[in-house]
T-cell receptor
Framework: KNQVEQSPQSLIILEGKNCTLQ??????????LRWYKQDTGRGPVSLTI?????NTKSNGRYTATLDADTKQSSLHITASQLSDSASYIC??????????????FGKGTKLSVKP | NAGVTQTPKFQVLKTGQSMTLQCAQD?????MSWYRQDPGMGLRLIHY???????DQGEVPNGYNVSRSTTEDFPLRLLSAAPSQTSVYFC?????????????FGAGTRLSVL
């Protein structure tokens, strides 16, 4: 069964600290993996998209890693800021033609950054 | 840059009422889709469209209709609202080949059915 599991479900950290969010998937055939940030009351916004051959991709203080062998990804946030408080959603895309029904969404990790 | 625009932002319905959630994008994207987001669950696909005049069902299509008469617009219709349709609805768009391209989401419509 195609699934995306994220951990932890929620996380509280102090401003300025680093944190790492995890994403494990059982999706095939694999096309790419995306991380989205969703602020409260807003729609998801893309942070990174990684294909099979990419191990690391950065977007400012956000760094995503991908291990296609173990089917794991992580999102590392450096020097957290209050504005990083949001839900982070991992999405895995299947390489199964052009059909829309090929995106498998995780349930997200809710991050709270406290002053 | 408008991107993906959803209206209304909030809506309260009574059971049995019908309504249309509007979605428009100005990026000339071929693909558009509707999702619902419920607490503790990932986004679930309701309906999608690969281009004007073409629509298809997603994971949870029951109780919803869609049409795509233009590239820009993709409205979602609730035929007879039920409390189980209380949710946050997101419209998204992308270039053709959504499996390889980033989706852009609207801000969402928060719907309560009483």
């Amino acid at each position: 069964k195609n699934q995306v599991e994220q951990s932890p479900q929620s996380l509280i950290i102090l401003e300025g600290k680093n944190c790492t969010l995890q994403c494990n998937y059982t999706v095939s055939p694999f096309s790419n993996l995306r991380w989205y940030k969703q602020d409260t009351g807003r729609g998801p916004v893309s942070l990174t998209i990684m294909t099979f051959s990419e191990n690391t991709k950065s977007n400012g203080r956000y760094t995503a890693t991908l291990d296609a062998d173990t089917k794991q990804s992580s999102l590392h946030i450096t020097a957290s800021q209050l504005s990083d408080s949001a839900s982070y959603i991992c999405v895995v895309s299947r390489n199964y033609g052009g059909s829309q029904g090929n995106l498998i969404f995780g349930k997200g990790t809710k991050l709270s950054v406290k002053p | 840059n408008a991107g993906v625009t959803q209206t209304p932002k909030f809506q309260v319905l009574k059971t049995g009422q019908s309504m249309t959630l509007q979605c428009a994008q100005d990026m000339n994207h071929e693909y558009m889709s509707w999702y619902r987001q419920d607490p503790g669950m990932g986004l679930r696909l309701i309906h999608y469209s690969v281009g004007a005049g073409i629509t298809d069902q997603g994971e949870v299509p029951n109780g919803y209709n869609v049409s795509r008469s233009t590239t820009e617009d993709f409205p979602l219709r609730l035929l007879s609202a039920a409390p189980s349709q209380t949710s946050v609805y997101f419209c998204a768009s992308s270039y053709a080949g959504v499996a390889k391209n980033i989706q852009y989401f609207g801000a969402g419509t928060r719907l309560s059915v009483l």
